[in-house]
């Protein structure tokens, strides 16, 4: 019996498609359209939008007009990341604007499983996060709600820094309960460290300076994504 469940959540794991979403918040600014474009040449399937208010996270980045243009500019599959507070106050305008998942910091609400139910009802998939000092208890109330779990491996709010390697156990633990899950893994994630976070049990992966970083995004990219097959 024992056998048969770790079979089956085997097969469930490897059916989940293994998806890198470079992140534009490294990206060049003054031509986000060239930046989109190296990524579609370099296979990537998803971009991920990170939202930062200046007050969850001490940075700024953008609103839901730039998500908007984006929109236009792209058939990449919208992540929206919203880190801010009171996203309740925000989601249908991301929605509005275009956005396929977007995704909320269980830190953020006093309203959890209604801001998730509030966003597929908009149309989009809902996904919570969590900091890296956060509890996974805090979400296992809304695991039957939400599409995916996006584990913060940096604390948030500034690109760049160095992956906190304790968040793979979050995964492990996470990919042990719901083998059928997509889980996300954001922050410091690298050509080095991307195999240690498929095994942890990620299969979305966010990768900002890596990619964005390189002489050559889109060659970058495309190394990520073989990578993964």
Same mark, same amino acid.
């Given at each position: 019996?024992?056998?048969?469940?770790?079979?089956?959540?085997?097969?469930?794991?490897?059916?989940?498609?293994?998806?890198?979403?470079?992140?534009?918040?490294?990206?060049?600014?003054?031509?986000?359209?060239?930046?989109?474009?190296?990524?579609?040449?370099?296979?990537?399937?998803?971009?991920?939008?990170?939202?930062?208010?200046?007050?969850?996270?001490?940075?700024?980045? $953008?609103?839901?007009?730039?998500?908007?243009?984006?929109?236009?500019?792209?058939s990449l599959v919208l992540d929206c990341h919203l880190m801010i507070s009171a996203p309740?106050?925000?989601?249908?305008?991301?929605?509005?604007?275009?956005?396929?998942?977007?995704?909320?910091?269980?830190?953020?609400?006093?309203?959890?499983?209604?801001?998730?139910?509030?966003?597929?009802?908009?149309?989009?998939?809902?996904?919570?996060?969590?900091?890296?000092?956060?509890?996974?208890?805090?979400?296992?109330?809304?695991?039957?709600?939400?599409?995916?779990?996006?584990?913060?491996?940096?604390?948030?709010?500034?690109?760049?820094?160095?992956?906190?390697?304790?968040?793979?156990?979050?995964?492990?633990?996470?990919?042990?309960?719901?083998?059928?899950?997509?889980?996300?893994?954001?922050?410091?994630?690298?050509?080095?460290?991307?195999?240690?976070?498929?095994?942890?049990?990620?299969?979305? $992966?966010?990768?900002?300076?890596?990619?964005?970083?390189?002489?050559?995004?889109?060659?970058?990219?495309?190394?990520?994504?073989?990578?993964?097959?």
């Open positions: 019996m024992i056998i048969k469940c770790v079979k089956t959540d085997y097969i469930l794991r490897m059916s989940l498609k293994q998806i890198i979403a470079p992140s534009l918040l490294n990206a060049n600014f003054l031509n986000l359209g060239s930046s989109l474009s190296a990524i579609e040449n370099g296979g990537a399937a998803w971009v991920h939008l990170d939202i930062m208010d200046g007050h969850f996270v001490p940075n700024i980045s $953008f609103g839901p007009g730039i998500v908007a243009e984006i929109k236009r500019g792209t309740e106050h925000h989601v249908d305008a991301f929605a509005a604007a275009g956005a396929d998942y977007i995704t909320v910091h269980a830190e953020t609400t006093h309203h959890l499983d209604r801001l998730l139910q509030r966003i597929r009802e908009l149309g989009c998939k809902p996904a919570v996060s969590i900091n890296p000092a956060t509890p996974l208890e805090m979400i296992y109330p809304v695991l039957d709600v939400v599409d995916m779990v996006l584990i913060m491996s940096v604390n948030p709010g500034f690109g760049g820094q160095s992956f906190i390697p304790y968040t793979l156990d979050k995964l492990r633990e996470l990919r042990r309960r719901r083998p059928e899950l997509d889980l996300q893994i954001d922050g410091g994630i690298k050509l080095g460290n991307l195999d240690s976070a498929r095994e942890a049990g990620a299969n979305v $992966f966010v990768v900002g300076s890596a990619i964005f970083g390189a002489e050559s995004p889109e060659n970058a990219c495309r190394e990520f994504v073989r990578r993964l097959k």
